[in-house]
């Protein structure tokens, strides 16, 4: 394909791909993605129609956090099963909101840490679901809800995290 | 210590990346189409397991075998090492990292946090190299970042140490010895003998051109898999992903795969090369009109069996040019002296 059919005005995700220049050579071109570019909307508009699904279930006691967060990561049940160290006839289990009741906290701890999000996390929702920034309990990056600013920190205390809401005064 | 000096260069795709990246940093000149070509990278497989709940496909061989074939086939060596404990793992990183020498290191891609959360999935066959560490952040180049990025040491140790399939163990490599002279011409044929071996010859029907066929026959089977249409919408969006924008370079590698050509053709000093890496470039170009194909019917959520046997029969034209194609990339190798 040609360099100036391939060309895309897209910063926020860039890559290679590789291209006939006008001298008919082949070689890299760096552009924005074509997917992201052109569809990344359409993206959003599904990834918040899944978020809006599931946390509905979590709310309403249908589903555990650990089925909301695999679901949403895009992790399947063996692959989380695995990833954990538990078998895929207990993660199933756990995805029930019965299931995970009975869970230790140790267990607990080790879903937070595949999943990558506070253990506290796994008992609340920080629901600045309007803002495309936010990704549910995800940690310690500080996401923009204009006009605050949320942190999650972490702590020498493994299972406790330290929430704070500032006010963005920029 | 801080920064190795290390030159940072985005690439298509990040193993062969890595790997052209750390050559170059040792000296040897060397692109990343030419690591793609004599490694074989170009592939197709289509794959449903059981215990799969959605197809998938693959338009690349199995993760690492870029590294170890382009090896063997130069005689280049690469030091490679799993490790059973993080703790180890990350002192024999940082032993390198104060000795100068760049490491790559095989992650999941979700921990890179370097990159915006929307765009991390969970894939355990990332690879970057580590080019420096200071307190408790590491230097990384990432062949998809287009700039010098740090990481911090949590987060790379969650990426060395994720488990589930194709599960890192805390791999890293890096090169240790680059001949003086390299058969490149013996080189270069190996890995198209090797690429029309993946293409035509392995004895499995989801696999080589077979299993474009088979992804041709099987698409209409799609919706059958999908719990609902936002489902099925973002699993036939991913066949645009898949193709153009996961370290592809465009058209599922067929792009970097004509560049390649291109290149051979010059050290084989084989005009009918440049004129079949043209025949790539084009077969790549349908490719992409299969990703555009994708990105339409997911758009407009009409799976209708006659939408998706249009992209079926899209696949079916790729399949034929593919094995004609690589059927007379093999007669120019026996004709080539």
Redesign the interface.
Known sequence: ?KEKD?ILNYP?????????KSDG????L?TG????G??IN???R??D??NRSLLKQLKNGEISPISYYMII????I???A????VSKRSLKKHLNPEGFQKLSIEKLKRYA??L?IQVANMFQIIDTIEDK?W?AG?QE?VRSVEPYLISQGKTKNPLLVETKIITNTK | MTQIPFRHI???HCES?TVTALLNHQGMKIS??MVFGIASGIFFGYLKTP???FPTFAVRSIPGQIREKFAKRTGVKFRGETFRNPEKAERELNKLLDQNQPVAVQVDF??M?YF????R??VNVHFITIIGREGDKYYVSD??H?KISEIDREALT?GRF????F?PKGFMFYPVYVPDKIDMEKAIKDGMKGAISNMLKIPLPFLGVRGIRRFADKIIDWPKYAKDE?ML??KV?KI??FL??Q?T???GFR??Y??FL?EASKVLNNPRLNEM?KEM?EI??GW?EI?LAA?QV??KKDFSRENLEGIGNLLRIRADLEESFFTKLGKELSNHK
């Open positions: 394909m391939l926020e995700q860039q890559v290679i791909y590789y291209a006939e050579t082949y070689g890299p760096q993605a074509y997917s992201a052109n569809h359409e993206y959003f599904l990834t129609n899944l990561e895009g992790l399947t063996p692959e989380l695995s990833r954990v160290g840490d595949v990558n920034n990704d995800y990056k | 985005m690439a298509a990346g990343e189409p215990s799969m709940d979700f921990y946090n915006p959360t929307w765009f999935i969970h062949s998809y287009p969650k994720a488990g589930g399939a599960a936002d919408s973002d969006f645009t992903l153009e924008d370290g370079g465009g058209g792009f970097l004509a560049s291109q890496s470039m790549g170009d992409r990703s990105a997911a758009k």
